[in-house]
């Protein structure tokens, strides 16, 4: 019978990817538009992470449009900031409180769908933010978010000092490619479509990770190399 090796926090971050978004005045709405809308998009359809669903995106953006043209000099722009989103029909109160991660145990069930910091599974944090008054004054700002993880859920082996395990039988490395194999792809692909889109607006997609040998630009290794969701789905497993 499997036994799902609850990953602990580590002390060390295993990544921190940021995503970096020059704007202007003349462009910050639709830039914003975009971005917010391809890690909600693709969050919803690889599963990681649930905010709003697909059908209520587009009433999401036209709150959020009309919140911009009221903006003050003192006010600050900043990615998904759901306080302008004044839309009754979408009720947010921000992503440390309603969004959902989810990650899956190794027969395939949800074991982990509420934000938390305690869990540190993965959690999103704020970057940088321009007050509206600076951004007409300038010609090129700067918005920033990041994504992060101090759990090694997403390696294909992992040390069993760091793990908390429901069974009392550990090696000194344990096989973790079942659990991977669910969760990591997922990732992958998400971070990808995110990548994809921040360069194509002039941005910037960069990695900070204390496991170089695992971790790269382009995600999480697993034996070696990047998987994504699509190659499972092709193949069911393709290790």
């Not at 921000?94 to 869990?119: A, D, Q, R, W």
């Not at 007050?131 to 859920?153: A, C, H, P």
């Not at 039988?169 to 994809?196: G, H, V």
């Amino acid at each position: 019978m499997k036994t799902n090796k609850w990953i602990a926090t580590l002390n060390t971050e295993v990544f921190d990817y940021d995503l970096m978004i020059p704007i202007t005045k003349d462009d910050f709405i639709e830039k914003i538009n975009i971005i917010e809308t391809t890690i909600l998009k693709y969050g919803n359809k690889f599963n990681i992470l649930k905010v709003i669903p697909d059908f209520l995106l587009n009433r999401y953006k036209q709150s959020k449009f009309n919140a911009y043209k009221r903006l003050k000099k003192s006010d600050f722009i900043f990615l998904f900031d759901f306080g302008l989103c004044t839309d009754e029909k979408i009720k947010i109160k921000g992503l440390e409180e309603e969004s959902n991660f989810y990650m899956y145990s190794e027969e395939g069930e949800i074991v982990l769908k509420s934000f938390n910091h305690t869990e540190n599974i993965i959690f999103y944090n704020y970057g940088d933010a321009v007050t509206y008054e600076k951004l007409q004054q300038n010609d090129v700002n700067e918005i920033s978010i990041g994504f992060n993880s101090y759990s090694n859920i997403w390696f294909d082996e992992v040390d069993s000092e760091n793990i908390i395990a429901y069974s009392e039988n550990k090696e000194e490395n344990e096989d973790n490619i079942e659990l991977a194999l669910l969760n990591t792809p997922r990732l992958n692909s998400f971070f990808r479509e995110i990548k994809q889109v921040t360069e194509k607006l002039g941005g910037k997609w960069s990695l900070e990770t204390n496991y170089p040998d695992k971790v790269t630009e382009d995600g999480i290794l697993i034996d070696g190399r990047i998987i994504y969701q699509e190659d499972i789905d092709k193949s069911n497993r393709v290790i």
